[in-house]
């Protein structure tokens, strides 16, 4: 998939006249790609549209104009993009207690290691987590996460052969969701880029 170059940005004010328009498409736009998976977790898929987004409203919210600056957060946030034969989401540990954040927190110790999309009986495709979001002793709630498809992996979920859902399978936590039909579209739109 394309990465973002600076050319594909707005200048500060024109993205302040198409903001809410260019808001609300997103906003319709991700409820394609967000999965609860179970009562605490959530995923959001990536591609280019989401991230486009997320500099843009960056550099709106920092007032950033300097171009370097400017440069710094696309190279940062390219990195969300899927390359090829991939799908890569922010995955987000939902705490509502935030009193007991930490605790709750240090109970998804490990969750780098049990986050599977599976497809049919044949394939399962273990989530890569980003280095630096977990320690032994500390892990966010923001995590991303890519799934690197083999070739037969990406047959079998854009020909459709099965289900598709993630699962979780971690020892404080168990989960799956299936990933329905309006959603599996839109990813299979970014397994084509």
């Known amino acids: 998939?394309?990465?973002?170059?600076?050319?594909?940005?707005?200048?500060?004010?024109?993205?302040?006249?198409?903001?809410?328009?260019f808001r609300q498409e997103i906003i319709d736009y991700k409820k394609h790609r967000r999965l609860p998976v179970g009562e605490?977790?959530?995923?959001?898929?990536?591609?280019?549209?989401?991230?486009?987004?997320?500099?843009?409203?960056?550099?709106?919210?920092e007032k950033i104009s300097d171009l370097g600056k400017i440069k710094e957060e696309i190279e940062v946030y390219n990195t969300l993009i899927p390359d090829s034969n991939e799908l890569?989401?922010?995955l987000l540990l939902e705490i509502e207690s935030q009193t007991k954040?930490?605790?709750?927190l240090l109970k998804f110790l490990g969750i780098d290691e049990r986050v599977y999309?599976?497809?049919?009986e044949r394939h399962t495709i273990r989530a890569a987590f980003e280095e630096g979001h977990s320690k032994e002793d500390?892990?966010?709630?923001?995590?991303?996460?890519?799934?690197r498809f083999t070739p037969e992996a990406r047959e079998a979920f854009v020909v459709g052969y099965g289900n598709a859902?993630?699962?979780?399978?971690?020892?404080?936590y168990q989960a799956q969701a299936k990933i329905w039909n309006e959603m599996k579209k839109s990813l299979i739109q970014d397994l084509m880029e």
Do not use: C, W
Request: charged share 30%; net charge positive.
């Open 165 to 172: 859902l993630i699962a979780i399978d971690h020892p404080n």
């Open 138 to 147: 500390k892990i966010s709630a923001v995590q991303y996460v890519r799934f």
């Open 101 to 104: 954040i930490r605790e709750e």
């Open 40 to 61: 605490r977790v959530s995923l959001i898929f990536e591609n280019r549209k989401t991230v486009l987004f997320q500099i843009q409203e960056m550099v709106r919210a």
């Open 117 to 120: 999309l599976k497809i049919g």
């Open 1 to 21: 998939m394309k990465k973002i170059a600076m050319e594909d940005l707005m200048g500060l004010s024109a993205y302040e006249k198409a903001r809410a328009q």
């Open 88 to 90: 890569s989401a922010t």
